[in-house]
């Protein structure tokens, strides 16, 4: 059984993985190579509709390796486990303070209503989702560790 919940795990966050370094490597750059008002438009969409998926696969994903970490608490890799978890929260925690604000106020813009500074806001959130990025890849190497 704990093996089953291994391979689940490293799946369901190595997906998450997956979308975020995506947002910051791909779509993020189709966006900003559209014409006009197009790419505000994208992000704005982006952000409601990743905004609502996002926290869930989070949580998702932290409680699966919380689970992965109490089960599996005395078989070798343990301690990976609970260093991805630690990544994980961090990543959560830096969503709340750093990226969801941003996120919030720019899934409501328009390009009739957005701020002049909306670029610069959007440029911020991209480097504090770089980090993110880093930090839950991070975390998806130490469980895939912890697999062998």
């Not at 997906?15 to 197009?38: H, T, Y």
């Not at 089960?71 to 969503?95: E, F, K, Q, Y």
């Amino acid at each position: 059984m704990l093996n089953t919940l291994e391979a689940f795990t490293v799946v369901v966050v190595g997906l998450m993985v997956g979308v975020e370094f995506s947002v910051a490597f791909v779509v993020n750059r189709i966006l900003d190579a559209l014409p006009e008002d197009s790419g505000q438009l994208g992000r704005s969409h982006g952000g409601r509709m990743l905004g609502a998926v996002m926290p869930v696969w989070y949580i998702a994903s932290l409680a699966l390796v919380t689970v992965w970490a109490v089960a599996g608490r005395h078989h070798p890799g343990a301690g990976l486990v609970v260093t991805a978890g630690g990544l994980l929260i961090l990543s959560v925690i830096m969503s709340l303070l750093l990226l969801v604000p941003i996120n919030n106020r720019g899934k409501t813009w328009t390009p009739e209503n957005r701020p002049a500074d909306w670029k610069e806001q959007m440029n911020r959130w991209e480097r504090y989702h770089y980090v993110r990025v880093a930090v839950i890849v991070a975390a998806f190497a130490l469980l895939a560790a912890a697999l062998a």
